[in-house]
């Protein structure tokens, strides 16, 4: 597609649950960056991945998240045993390289009841 | 510590005037800056970038001013129009580490436009 895809929209689970967000990138971008986002907050950085790999997981929160990514495209979010803290909106970005625009889909809105 | 932020929460101008959004940063060792506009329920939109080689830089009504020296940074927005009406961010990229590509994001500022 033309822009950065996310799925799905919402998400509402039950505390403990494991989910898995998912992020499609614009074509032909190398660089994936996934963030998260609190109610009325900035964004605050997760992991970024540069084709495959992940030079930077500094941002992941504790060892109950993790990312991948595939075939240099489509990358995944996994948050294990979910907690209420770990409501928010998850959005993901790409970009076709350092100091390049990062583009944003419109994110994964996640509910923790 | 290192921080990007920006002078007001809100900002509220009459539609056809022209806005100022001001935002400090505090990293020195930033080399690239990105105005990021986000509406209710979407992601961040792109806007307009600016290297730390550069001043200024003009877009489409939209200019980013530069000012390293004490460490500014500022988007302006000319005859604003109800579909400015969103919330801006700034958000600034380390110089070049290799590894280091993330964006710091500032808390946001919400622009609204009287009719």
């Known amino acids: 597609g033309a822009g950065v895809s996310q799925s799905p929209s919402n998400k509402v689970t039950e505390k403990g649950k494991d989910v898995e967000l998912r992020c499609d990138p614009i074509?032909?971008?190398?660089?994936l960056y996934w963030y998260r986002q609190s109610l009325g907050q900035g964004l605050e950085f997760l992991i970024y991945?540069?084709?495959?790999?992940?030079?930077?997981k500094s941002g992941l929160p504790s060892d109950r998240f993790s990312a991948e990514r595939t075939g240099g495209s489509v990358s995944t979010l996994t948050i294990q045993r979910t907690q209420q803290e770990d409501s928010a909106v998850y959005l993901c970005?790409?970009?076709?390289?350092?100091?390049?625009?990062?583009?944003f889909g419109d994110g994964t809105r996640l509910s923790i009841l | 510590g290192e921080s990007v932020g920006l002078h007001l929460p809100t900002l509220s101008v009459q539609e056809g005037d022209n806005s100022i959004i001001n935002c400090a940063y505090s990293?020195?060792?930033?080399?690239?800056f990105i105005w990021y506009k986000q509406e209710s329920g979407k992601g961040p939109q792109f806007i307009i970038d600016?290297?730390?080689?550069?001043d200024k830089r003009q877009g489409q009504r939209v200019t980013v001013l530069l000012n390293k020296t004490v460490k500014h940074l500022s988007l302006q927005i000319a005859a604003t129009q109800p579909g400015d009406s969103a919330v801006y961010f700034c958000?600034?990229?380390?110089?070049?580490?290799?590894?280091?590509?993330?964006?710091?994001f500032g808390k946001g500022i919400t622009l609204s436009v009287r009719p």
């Open positions: 600016i290297r730390s080689n550069m």
């Open positions: 970005a790409s970009s076709l390289g350092r100091r390049q625009p990062q583009h």
């Open positions: 074509s032909g971008h190398t660089a």
């Open positions: 958000a600034e990229n380390l110089a070049n580490t290799g590894a280091n590509s993330k964006l710091t």
């Open positions: 990293n020195s060792a930033s080399d690239y």
């Open positions: 991945f540069q084709g495959n790999s992940a030079p930077d």
